[in-house]
C-alpha cells in the first residue's frame, strides 16, 4: 500500500515536471506569425542548449537566431535586409539541441530534414558534427549553412554543394593572432602554447606554430602543454610555464577551462612573466573582468563583440540582443547573425532573378556562392572552398579594465584584412601556411 | 529455439524489409542506427548472464567503426559486406587478445578493467590527429556487390542489410545461449568452483563470450559508421559505453528480441524527446529510464517472458 501511494505520488510528480518545463514551449509555439500569404520557410536551428558547450556558444547562438528571425520577419533590420523574412516568406525557427554523440545529431538532422521538411539549416558549433553533418546534407540535398565551427577541413576534404560557411574558418584566428603577437613583440625570442588536447585545440597551435615560423622563423618554442579537454586545474601546466622565458603564451582555451586557467595563472604571478593570448577570450571577458590582466592579448574569432566597427547595422545589432538578453552579443551570436544574413542575401538575390517569386532550393544555393554581404561587424565574401566558405576581417586587441567604469575593455585594436589572414581560394590552409603565406595582402 | 520461431522471426524482418520503400527515410535511418545499437546489446546480454558487465564494450564498437572507416580510407575498401566481415575480425581479435587479460577478472574489476581499456583507445584517437582527433573522419559511402546505391537507396540498402545482421545475430545467439557452453553462464554467475568441477575452465569459457560479445559490438560499429558516414573518438568513450549498459537494463538479459526492442525504444523516445524539449530533452529520457526501473525492473524482455509464461500455464490447467 505504501509503496503504491508513493509510486503514484512519484508519477504525478513526474508528470507535472514535464508539463511544467513544456509550458514555455507551448507559449513561445503560440506567438509564431499570423497566418502569411506567402508559405513561411522553416529553417532548423541547431545549436547547443545543453552540457558545457550551451553557455558560451550555443545559448548566444539560440539568442542571436531568435532575434535576428523575429526582426526579419517583421522587416525590421535595417538596410539592406530591410525586407521581410526571406525574399517576403516569414521564417519559422525549429530549434534543436546539438548535445549528444554525432550519431544523434546525423539522425537529428536527417529527422529536421525529411520529416519536419525545414527548407534549410543554420547551425553546429562542433567541428566534429560539422564534419558529420556535411555528407549528410549533400546526400538529401539540403541547404545548410553552418554557423560557428571552425575546422577548415569542411571544404578542403571534397568540394560541398548544398554546404555553405559564412563565418570564416579557425585558420585565421592563428594567423591573426601571430600577426598582432609580433607587432607587440617584434623581437620575440620564444614563445609557448597550452591547448586542450582535442581538434580545436591541436589545429589552433599547429597553425599558430606555423603562422610563427612564416612571419618570425627566429622564434622558438618553448613550452607545448596539451592538457586534457575540461581538465579544469592546470597547476603543473602553469608551473611548467613559470620555468619558461616565454614572452607570450598562446592558448585557444574556452569555456570553464578558460576561466580556470586565467584565475589559477593569476594567481601563481605567470602573466607577470608573459603575457598570455587567448584566441577566444572574448567570451570570458565579460564574467571575469578585473581577474584579467591588463595587455592580455584577446581575440573573438573576427572582428566582433566589442571590436566590431560602429556601423548602423552593428549598432542596431547590439542594441536589441542587449535590450532582450540583457547581456552584451558574444562572437556566437554574431556568428549566428551572419550566418542568418548570409542565407537571406542568397535567398532574395536568387528571388530577384526569379522576379520577385520564392526561388527553389537550388536557386538559393547558386545565388549563395561567391556572394558578399555586410554582416553587423564585416563584410563577409564567400570567396574560397569554391564560394562556399566565407572569409572576413579579424581584429585582436588588447585587454583594459576600466576601474572607473567598472567595465572590461579592448584598446590597441588592430583590424587584419581578409586576405591577409586567409589562404586563397586555391590552397588547403595547411599548404598556405607551410608556404610562407605566399600572398597575403596586409594592407 | 525451434525451426517454427526462425520462420516467425524470418517473417517479421522480411516484412519490415518489405514495408522500407512505403516508410519514411528519417525513420529508416533511425532503425538502423538502433539496430547497430541492438548488435552491440545482443553481445552484452551473453556477459550479463554471466554476471559480468562490461563498461567498456565501445572498445569493440569503436574498432569496428574505425576499421570500416580506416579500410575504406587507406586500402580503399569499399563492399559493406566485406567491411563488416573485417570489423567483426577486428573487434574479435582486439577482444582475445585483451581476453588473456579480462577473463581472470569477475564482477566490478572486470567492468573498471574492461572501461580502462576502452578509455586507452579514446585516448590514443583523441591524440592521433591524422585521424582528426576528436573531429574524426567521414566514412565514405559503401557499395553492395559491386552496386553502388545512392540517395534513398542507399538508406535502404543499409537498413536491409542491417535486417540480415539483426536476423543472424538473433539465430546466432539464441543458438549459443541454447547451447551447453552458453547455458553454463547462470552457472558461472552462482557459483565458478563447481563449474570447475565439472571440467569446464571457467576462464576460457569467460574468453570465449568476451570475443563473441566483442565480434557483435565490432558489427554494431560497423553498421554505426556505415549509417552514420562519420566516425569519431566519442564512439570509444566511456559515455557510448555507459549508453549501451543503459538499454541492455531497459532491455533485460532474458530475451534476444527485447535487445533491439529495447534499442529501438531507446532511440525513439530519445528523439521525440529532442523534438519536444529542445532544451531539457534529457528529463524525459531520464524520466523514462526511471519509469523502466521502477516498474520493469526486469527490463522490457521480461514482459515478453512474463506473457508467455502466463499462456503456458493457462495451457497446462
Not at chain 1, 575593455?409 to 601556411?433: F, G, H, K, Q
Request: aromatic residues 10%.
Amino acid at each position: 500500500m505504501q509503496r503504491t501511494s508513493v509510486r503514484a505520488c512519484l508519477a504525478r510528480k513526474v508528470s507535472a515536471a514535464l508539463l511544467l518545463t513544456a509550458l514555455p514551449v507551448a507559449a513561445v509555439a503560440q506567438t509564431a506569425p499570423a497566418a502569411p500569404a506567402v508559405p513561411p520557410v522553416k529553417l532548423g536551428i541547431v545549436t547547443f542548449l545543453t552540457g558545457p558547450a550551451a553557455g558560451p556558444f550555443g545559448i548566444p547562438g539560440r539568442n542571436s537566431a531568435e532575434i535576428m528571425i523575429e526582426m526579419l520577419n517583421a522587416g525590421k533590420v535595417p538596410a539592406p535586409y530591410a525586407t521581410a523574412g526571406l525574399a517576403g516568406a516569414p521564417i519559422v525557427p525549429k530549434f534543436v539541441d546539438e548535445a549528444g554523440s554525432t550519431a544523434n545529431q546525423v539522425t537529428e538532422f536527417r529527422n529536421l530534414v525529411q520529416r519536419d521538411g525545414v527548407n534549410a539549416t543554420v547551425g553546429y558549433v562542433s567541428s566534429g558534427n560539422c564534419l558529420a553533418v556535411a555528407p549528410v546534407a549533400e546526400e538529401l540535398k539540403a541547404l545548410t549553412v553552418f554557423f560557428d565551427c571552425g575546422t577548415p577541413r569542411i571544404f578542403e576534404e571534397k568540394p560541398l554543394k548544398y554546404v555553405f560557411r559564412a563565418t570564416p574558418h579557425a585558420t585565421m584566428d592563428s594567423v591573426g593572432a601571430a600577426r598582432y603577437v609580433l607587432k607587440k613583440f617584434p623581437d620575440l625570442a620564444s614563445y609557448s602554447g597550452i591547448n586542450q588536447n582535442y581538434a580545436w585545440g591541436q589545429d589552433s597551435w599547429r597553425d599558430f606554430v606555423a603562422a610563427m615560423k612564416a612571419l618570425a622563423p627566429k622564434a622558438t618554442v618553448d613550452k607545448e602543454l596539451l592538457p586534457k579537454l575540461f581538465a579544469g586545474e592546470f597547476g603543473a601546466e602553469i608551473s611548467a610555464l613559470l620555468t619558461t622565458n616565454s614572452k607570450i603564451v598562446h592558448s585557444s582555451f574556452w569555456n570553464g577551462d578558460l576561466e580556470s586557467f586565467i584565475v589559477q595563472n593569476g594567481a601563481r604571478g605567470l602573466p607577470a612573466r608573459s603575457t598570455m593570448v587567448y584566441t577566444a577570450g572574448e567570451t570570458a571577458m565579460f564574467r571575469l573582468g578585473a581577474k584579467i590582466p591588463d595587455g592580455t592579448i584577446i581575440g573573438a574569432r573576427g572582428p566582433h563583440g566589442v571590436m566590431a566597427p560602429d556601423t548602423p547595422l552593428n549598432k542596431w545589432f547590439r542594441g536589441v540582443y542587449e535590450d532582450r538578453f540583457a547581456t552584451a552579443p558574444t562572437y556566437p551570436a554574431y556568428h549566428m547573425a551572419q550566418s542568418i544574413l548570409g542565407l537571406k542575401s542568397a535567398w532574395d538575390k536568387a528571388a530577384a532573378a526569379k522576379g520577385g517569386q520564392q526561388p527553389a532550393i537550388d536557386d538559393v544555393v547558386k545565388a549563395f556562392e561567391g556572394i558578399e554581404f555586410e554582416g553587423p561587424s564585416a563584410k563577409i565574401r564567400m570567396a574560397i572552398g569554391n564560394g562556399h566558405q566565407g572569409i572576413a576581417d579579424i581584429a585582436y586587441g588588447s585587454f583594459r579594465f576600466n576601474k572607473a567604469e567598472g567595465k572590461a575593455e579592448i584598446v590597441d585594436v588592430v583590424r587584419y584584412p581578409a586576405e591577409c589572414v586567409n589562404p586563397p581560394a586555391n590552397m588547403t590552409s595547411t599548404a598556405w601556411l607551410e608556404a610562407g603565406m605566399p600572398g597575403a595582402k596586409c594592407n | 529455439m525451434t525451426g517454427l520461431r526462425i520462420l516467425l522471426g524470418a517473417a517479421i524482418l522480411g516484412g519490415l524489409g518489405a514495408a522500407a520503400p512505403f516508410t519514411p527515410l528519417w525513420l529508416i535511418s533511425l532503425v538502423t542506427l538502433a539496430m547497430s545499437t541492438g548488435l552491440v546489446v545482443c553481445g552484452l546480454i551473453i556477459l550479463w548472464r554471466g554476471g559480468l558487465v562490461p563498461f567498456g564494450q565501445a572498445l569493440f564498437f569503436a574498432t569496428g567503426a574505425y576499421t570500416v572507416a580506416l579500410s575504406g580510407r587507406w586500402f580503399g575498401v569499399t563492399d559493406a559486406f566485406l567491411l563488416i566481415a573485417l570489423a567483426v575480425i577486428m573487434a574479435a581479435l582486439v577482444a582475445f587478445v585483451v581476453g588473456f587479460l579480462l577473463a581472470q577478472y569477475r564482477e566490478i574489476f572486470f567492468a573498471m578493467l574492461s572501461l580502462a581499456l576502452s578509455m586507452i583507445l579514446y585516448g590514443v584517437l583523441v591524440k592521433s590527429e591524422t585521424l582528426g582527433s576528436t573531429d574524426g573522419v567521414n566514412v565514405a559511402q559503401a557499395s553492395f556487390f559491386g552496386m553502388k546505391p545512392r540517395g534513398p537507396g542507399y538508406t535502404f540498402a543499409l537498413f536491409w542489410l542491417a535486417l540480415g545482421m539483426v536476423f543472424s545475430a538473433w539465430v546466432g545467439v539464441s543458438a549459443y545461449l541454447g547451447s551447453i557452453a552458453g547455458q553454463l553462464a547462470g552457472a558461472i554467475r552462482d557459483n565458478e568452483i563447481r563449474v570447475e568441477y565439472l571440467g569446464i575452465s571457467v576462464t576460457r569459457l569467460v574468453h570465449l563470450k568476451l570475443t563473441i560479445s566483442a565480434a557483435l559490438a565490432g558489427a554494431g560499429g560497423a553498421l554505426a559508421a556505415l549509417s552514420i558516414s562519420h566516425v569519431d573518438p566519442q564512439m570509444a568513450y566511456w559515455t557510448t559505453s555507459g549508453g549501451f549498459v543503459f538499454v541492455t537494463i531497459l532491455a533485460g538479459a532474458a530475451s534476444v528480441p527485447a535487445a533491439f526492442l529495447g534499442a529501438l525504444l531507446f532511440e525513439i523516445v530519445r528523439t521525440i524527446a529532442v523534438a519536444l524539449l529542445p532544451g531539457g530533452w534529457q528529463l524525459i529520457l531520464g524520466s523514462v529510464l526511471l519509469l523502466t526501473i521502477l516498474f520493469v525492473p526486469e527490463g522490457l524482455g521480461s514482459l515478453m517472458i512474463r506473457k508467455r509464461a502466463t499462456v503456458s500455464e493457462k495451457g497446462a490447467a
